[in-house]
Nanobody
């Protein structure tokens, strides 16, 4: 009963902007943290930005000042606004949700959306 659907990826020139979105279809679980990860070819998956409930957002040092994570509770959606994009930002971006049902915890991942930054 849980689905995370990402959209907004694509090809953009250096210095451009993209806005990723992730819609969470959750009827039973409650969402604690939503986050964005990314993985480039041959690299480990890394945390980009996290938005926990009732806590400060967290950003990787490499994206601070350029990326912004925002959760819209009315739409059950998390966004990643990416500005001043660099070629090093090229990766598959994954939406992540930390879910809870009473004392039961579970992690879910989206399918990933490709972001390519190049001239």
């Amino acid at each position: 009963q849980v689905d995370l659907v990402e959209s907004g990826g694509g090809l953009v020139q250096p210095g451009g902007s993209l806005r990723l979105s992730c819609v969470a279809s959750v009827r039973v679980f409650s969402i604690n943290t939503m986050a964005w990860y990314r993985q480039a070819p041959g690299k480990e998956r890394e945390l980009v930005a996290a938005a926990p409930n009732g806590a400060l957002t967290h950003y990787a040092d490499s994206v601070k000042g350029r990326f912004t994570i925002h959760r819209d509770s009315a739409k059950n959606t998390v966004y990643l606004q990416m500005n001043s994009l660099k070629p090093e930002d090229t990766a598959v971006y994954f939406c992540y949700a930390d879910l809870r049902l009473g004392s039961i915890l579970a992690d879910y991942w989206g399918q990933g959306t490709q972001v390519t930054v190049g001239s």
